[in-house]
């Protein structure tokens, strides 16, 4: 594997030029820039960190998956064929992974982004969230106490209009999420073309493990509607 040296400043140059240009023709004459700025250092950068993370977590069973350029044909919208962003992310294999917590990282012309969270958490499992919250909420804020000591990741995602009442004041944000992300959002900058940015995600996906582990195992709850 080549370990990842960096994007460049060409990187940037080609999401731009992609977004302006979004057309077959145009990829087309660009696609050794494509490969060579955008793709291969996208992947060498994700398989390093997936290889780091498995090196420490190797028991979770994660895989690794890289972003295609090509968007879905039935999902165009009449705005171009590519995307001018890719992601990797690292997960356990799921038939529906849209439901299921994964560590990503994601960069687009404007700024790059990494952390852990639901694409779109089921509602089922946010209900077996706050009944685990329920059950056990000093557990809960002692596992979440590190965030509020940190600003790498904050806490993103969708809230009931309608307040849930829970069970102490500290829970009360998880607790009326509809989905959520642990994440951490920055313009692009030279970080992006140090190899030291491997070093920054593996970093805080190690940090976030202990999140991960206790949210990949909701599925596996009772559902709190019966019984």
Same mark, same amino acid.
């Given at each position: 594997?080549?370990?990842f040296?960096?994007f460049?400043?060409?990187?940037?140059?080609?999401?731009?030029n992609?977004?302006?240009?979004?057309?077959k023709?145009?990829?087309?004459?660009?696609k050794?820039?494509?490969?060579?700025?955008?793709?291969?250092?996208?992947?060498?950068?994700?398989?390093?960190?997936?290889?780091?993370?498995t090196?420490?977590?190797?028991?979770?069973g994660?895989?690794?998956k890289?972003?295609?350029?090509?968007k879905?044909?039935?999902?165009?919208?009449?705005?171009?064929p590519?995307?001018?962003?890719?992601?990797f992310?690292?997960?356990?294999?799921?038939?529906?992974?849209?439901?299921t917590?994964?560590?990503?990282?994601?960069?687009?012309?404007?700024?790059?982004?990494?952390?852990?969270?639901?694409?779109?958490?089921k509602?089922?499992?946010?209900a !077996?969230l706050?009944?685990? $919250?329920?059950?056990? *909420?000093?557990?809960?804020? %002692?596992? @979440? /106490? =590190?965030?509020? !000591?940190?600003?790498?990741? $904050?806490?993103?995602g *969708?809230?009931?209009?309608? %307040?849930? @009442? /829970? =069970?102490?004041? !500290?829970?009360a944000v998880?607790?009326?999420k509809?989905?959520?992300?642990?994440?951490?959002?920055?313009?692009?900058?030279?970080?992006?073309?140090?190899?030291?940015?491997?070093?920054?995600?593996?970093?805080g996906?190690?940090?976030?493990?202990?999140?991960?582990d206790y949210?990949?195992?909701?599925?596996?709850?009772p559902?709190?509607?019966?019984?």
């Amino acid at each position: 594997m080549n370990m990842f040296e960096g994007f460049s400043p060409r990187t940037i140059d080609f999401m731009w030029n992609l977004r302006f240009n979004n057309r077959k023709a145009w990829f087309e004459e660009h696609k050794d820039e494509y490969r060579r700025d955008f793709l291969y250092p996208m992947k060498a950068l994700g398989l390093e960190v997936f290889e780091r993370v498995t090196g420490q977590y190797g028991d979770r069973g994660f895989i690794h998956k890289l972003a295609r350029i090509y968007k879905d044909a039935r999902r165009l919208r009449g705005d171009g064929p590519y995307r001018d962003h890719l992601w990797f992310s690292i997960e356990r294999p799921s038939e529906e992974w849209t439901s299921t917590p994964v560590f990503w990282f994601e960069l687009e012309p404007e700024s790059w982004s990494y952390g852990l969270g639901y694409y779109q958490a089921k509602p089922l499992t946010m209900a !077996k969230l706050r009944a685990r $919250i329920d059950k056990a *909420p000093k557990q809960f804020e %002692k596992l @979440v /106490a =590190p965030l509020a !000591k940190q600003e790498e990741f $904050i806490l993103e995602g *969708p809230e009931y209009v309608r %307040k849930k @009442v /829970a =069970p102490t004041p !500290k829970t009360a944000v998880w607790y009326n999420k509809k989905s959520f992300s642990l994440i951490h959002n920055q313009q692009n900058g030279t970080e992006l073309f140090s190899p030291e940015l491997a070093d920054r995600l593996a970093g805080g996906f190690e940090f976030l493990m202990p999140l991960y582990d206790y949210f990949v195992t909701l599925d596996a709850d009772p559902d709190p509607q019966i019984g």
